[in-house]
C-alpha cells in the first residue's frame, strides 16, 4: 500500500482535474479543486521520496498528470487570456511553445520517447503557472505572464542545453559512430 500511495494521489490529482472541467470558471469550487490539484502534486513527490516509491511510472503518470492539470486550467482561463493579454505577450507565448514542441520532437525521434526534465527552472515555470488563475482578473495579469515567461524561456534553453550535453556525451562514448 505505502509503495503505491504516491501513485494513487497522482491519479487523485487526475481525477481533480476532471472534475475541474464541468465546474465554472474561478468560482469558490473551482479554486478549492484547483488548490487540491496543486498541494497533491506537491504531496505525491514527497511521498514517493519518503516511502522509497519513486518509479519511471510513478514519473511518467506525474508528468502525465501535470499536463493534464495545466490544459484544463488554460482551457478554462484562455477566454480571460484573450481578453486581458496584449499581442506581444500572445507572440512570446507562441514562440516558446513552438521552440519547446520542436525540441522534444527531435528528441523524440531521436531517441525514440518523449524526454522532459524535471530541472528546477521546469519546476518554477509550472509553479508560476500554477498561480495564474489567481492573477487572470487582476491589474498584474501582464507583467505576471511576462515573468512566467522569462521563466520559461530560461526553462526551455536549460532544457535545450542539457540535451544538447548528453547528446555530445552519447557520441564521446561511443567514439562519434552512429
Known amino acids: 500500500m505505502k ?6 494521489i497522482t491519479i487523485s490529482r487526475m481525477i481533480g ?3 475541474l472541467i464541468f465546474l465554472e470558471t474561478l468560482s469558490n469550487e473551482f479554486f478549492l479543486v484547483y488548490l487540491y490539484c ?5 504531496a505525491d513527490g514527497m511521498v514517493a521520496r519518503k516511502t522509497d516509491s519513486i518509479s519511471p511510472l510513478g514519473s511518467k503518470l506525474d508528468s502525465a498528470s501535470d499536463l493534464f492539470l495545466y490544459t484544463v486550467m488554460m482551457l478554462k482561463i484562455m477566454k480571460y487570456l484573450k481578453m486581458y493579454l496584449p499581442v ?3 507572440i512570446l507565448i507562441y514562440t516558446v511553445l513552438a521552440i519547446r514542441a520542436l525540441c522534444y ?15 528546477i527552472f521546469n ?3 509550472g509553479l508560476s503557472m500554477f498561480f495564474l488563475p489567481f492573477v487572470v482578473n487582476g491589474p498584474i495579469l501582464v507583467p505576471f505572464s511576462l515573468v512566467i515567461l522569462v521563466i520559461a524561456y530560461t526553462s526551455t534553453f536549460e532544457e535545450i542545453l542539457y540535451f544538447i550535453r ?3 556525451n552519447e557520441e564521446s562514448v561511443s567514439g562519434g559512430v552512429k
Open 3 to 8: 509503495k503505491n500511495l504516491a501513485n494513487m
Open 17 to 19: 482535474t476532471a472534475v
Open 38 to 42: 496543486g498541494l497533491s502534486d506537491i
Open 88 to 90: 506581444y505577450v500572445w
Open 105 to 119: 520532437l527531435y528528441i523524440a525521434l531521436k531517441k525514440g520517447s518523449f524526454l522532459s526534465r524535471h530541472t
Open 123 to 125: 519546476k518554477m515555470t
Open 166 to 168: 548528453d547528446m555530445k
